[in-house]
């Protein structure tokens, strides 16, 4: 009976042998920069540890976890190679490594050639350095700007190790290329998150050729319903080929627009047998399963069309392993049983997975919160609802006993002693929300903005942007002689346009001066950081840079996906406490209403702005 203990950390995935023990942890990506890399690793809560204490013997970590995922053009420096064989060797020496198989992710220079690689070690030895075969390049994904894919499938090449690495080691090379592990008890093969989703995934072959567990490291952000697509890929995976897989990926936001929604998981014969969570403001999870090979060995025997091939398969090349992921002890332990994949509905994801992305956004930005302007629209209110989302996810991690988002919340409420414990209390103390008004505005959208701020309980402001407008149109009409009018009083389609571009200034610059000085309202030491939102339909890169859905804001949680879902996100059941936020008509923004109608647009009222120019585009996003 082979049992196998194995761990997958979130941000890492860990395995124990034989008695397939099986623990998922899960980590929040940090680039290279905000948190040294081996210190998070090493962190006493870190995967590492509690994989160890939990009897599992393989880790694998996230890809490019060691200097992040998202360094982007920082990876065309030689400083970030550098700084990833630092941390490499610092995770080498530490005795928190030892006697347990370390799979990270880091990038590798290989005969002026750069990759983005796996670096497996046990106990102060390079067993093998995996190079990325399949590079993604569609969508938010721009790997092949940044690293060349390895494309000579079952060869391996020696690697020199840099001199600060053999000082460690003693090893002068080690293999570099695309090989498997084979310990005293199995066969271990590796893929590397986009591999999975390719028409011919290396598992398959690894399959073939007798490799009984398959490990992917991922850095793969969130979509709607991208996690059934993951789900239904290592299943089917599993269920064709037979064998183990652990999917371990990133969670949090890595410093950019993106939220990486980790949804590891531990899969046998194509059932899933732990899941772990797709949002959460925990650092590290940690999953476990108890798995018997001798289920894949039998799985894979009853499949004669699978050994029909299997029996034509070339080989892999083997990197020996004197070790062992099992023990006696795991022989009388209790297998795992499957479960079901429990997912959430797509109005769930909007609501959990941008309100992550904005506590890690606030949290490292270190900024006092938000401050967002609200229309009396649909979109405005749902962004207002992501951040009440986040500020229920806080309370709830810190009455779990969370300590670091504790921590988090007194930072940025500037108190040493506040716990939160309402979720309307914290949004009024890290979210100031503001109505700019016109006098083409309507009382309705005021009421609309005035009521969903003392439902979430944020801070609330109302301001009058016709001062400024009027003072702008007066510089122009004291220079050029003339006054451009509104379409409803007589005037063109062009000087319409203009005008509401002049509104849509007016907004800009208020929020501009909202944000820098709100500080002075609150504790008096640091700034706001805006907060926008656009039409999940209409890509806020299609409108004018002037419209009030910009607000000059670096924050756009809703920016793409669909407008019905945006608008059930709203008007759902939720969270008792959220108000109903009917879409109102759609019309040109700041345009006034002329014998009772409002002129057509694009976009939600939001008290002026500007209607889209161009056509509206639809890329991808959170």
């Given amino acids: 009976m082979g ?14 042998a034989p008695v397939h023990r099986k623990e998922q942890n899960r980590h929040s990506p940090w680039s290279q920069g905000s948190r040294p890399g081996a210190k998070r690793i090493l962190h006493k809560r870190s995967g590492i540890e509690i994989a160890k204490n939990r009897g599992a013997r393989y880790r694998l970590g996230p890809e490019l976890e060691i200097c992040g995922y998202g360094c982007w053009d920082h990876y065309y420096e030689s400083d970030t190679l550098l700084h990833s064989f630092q941390v490499l060797a610092a995770l080498l020496e530490s005795p928190v490594t030892q006697d347990i198989i370390c799979d990270v992710g880091m990038p590798v220079m290989h005969r002026n050639v750069r990759y983005n690689c796996r670096v497996i070690f046990l106990n102060r ?23 060349t894919p390895w494309s000579r499938s079952r060869h391996t090449e020696e690697y020199f190790l840099p001199r600060m690495i053999q000082d460690l080691t003693k090893q002068e090379t080690v293999p570099f290329g695309d090989a498997v592990l084979v310990t005293w008890d199995t066969c271990i093969g ?19 050729d007798g490799v009984e567990i398959v490990t992917n490291a991922s850095g793969s952000h969130h979509v709607l319903r991208k996690a059934n697509t993951r789900v239904d890929l290592v299943t089917m995976a599993t269920g064709k080929n037979g064998g183990i897989y652990l999917l371990a990926n990133q969670k949090g936001c890595d410093g950019d627009r993106l939220y990486y929604d980790s949804c590891a998981m531990i899969a046998m014969n194509g059932s899933v047998f732990a899941q772990g969570s797709q949002f959460s403001l925990d650092d590290v999870e940690v999953l476990t399963a108890t798995l018997d090979l001798e289920d894949v060995r039998s799985y894979r025997a009853e ?26 002890e795991d022989l009388l332990a209790p297998v795992s049983e499957p479960i079901e994949w429990k997912y959430h509905s797509p109005e769930e994801e909007i609501s959990l997975g941008p309100a992550c992305w904005l506590w890690d956004f606030l949290r490292r930005s270190e900024q006092a919160g938000f401050l967002l302007p609200l229309s009396g629209g649909v979109d405005s209110a749902a962004t207002a609802c992501l951040i009440y989302s986040m500020c229920c996810q806080v309370c709830e991690a810190v009455r779990s006993g969370n300590e670091e988002v504790l921590a988090d919340v007194r930072t940025i409420v500037n108190q040493i002693s506040y716990t939160p414990q309402d979720p309307r209390d914290l949004c009024g103390r890290i979210l100031t929300t503001c109505y700019m008004a ?26 009058n942007i016709d001062p400024a407008v009027k003072a702008v149109m007066g510089i122009f009409s004291l220079v050029t002689g003339k006054s451009p009018l509104f379409a409803a009083h007589g005037g063109s389609s062009r000087e319409n346009l203009a005008l509401q571009n002049v509104q849509g200034t007016a907004q800009t610059l208020s929020a501009s001066w909202a944000t820098a000085l709100d500080w002075l309202l609150h504790d008096g030491r640091r700034r706001r950081e805006a907060g926008g939102s656009s039409c999940w339909d209409l890509s806020c890169l299609s409108l004018s840079p002037f419209c009030c859905a910009w607000v000059a804001s670096p924050l756009l949680p809703v ?42 647009g694009l976009c939600e009222p939001c008290g002026g702005g500007i209607t889209p120019r161009g056509r509206p585009r639809d890329t991808m996003g959170l």
């Fill in 3 to 16: 049992l196998q203990r194995l761990a997958t950390h979130i941000d890492g995935a860990y395995v124990q």
């Fill in 125 to 147: 030895k390079i067993l093998l350095i995996r190079p990325k075969m399949a590079l993604a390049n569609e969508g938010n994904y721009r790997e092949l700007r940044w690293f």
């Fill in 190 to 208: 590796s893929e590397i998150c986009e591999e999975l989703w390719t028409p011919h995934s290396p598992h398959i072959d690894m399959g073939l």
């Fill in 303 to 328: 499949i004669s069309s699978r050994n029909l091939a299997a029996s034509r398969a070339s080989p892999y090349p083997r990197v020996k392993v004197d070790f062992a992921l099992s023990c006696h």
């Fill in 438 to 463: 016109s006098k083409n505005s309507s009382q309705e959208t005021c009421t609309r903005a005035r009521e969903l701020a003392q439902q979430i309980g944020s801070h609330h402001i109302s301001l």
């Fill in 559 to 600: 920016v793409k996906g669909w407008k019905c879902s945006c608008q059930a996100f709203s008007q759902g059941p939720h969270d008792s406490v959220l108000p109903p936020m009917l879409p109102l008509p759609s019309r040109a923004l700041g345009a006034p209403i002329f014998e009772g109608k409002a002129p057509l």
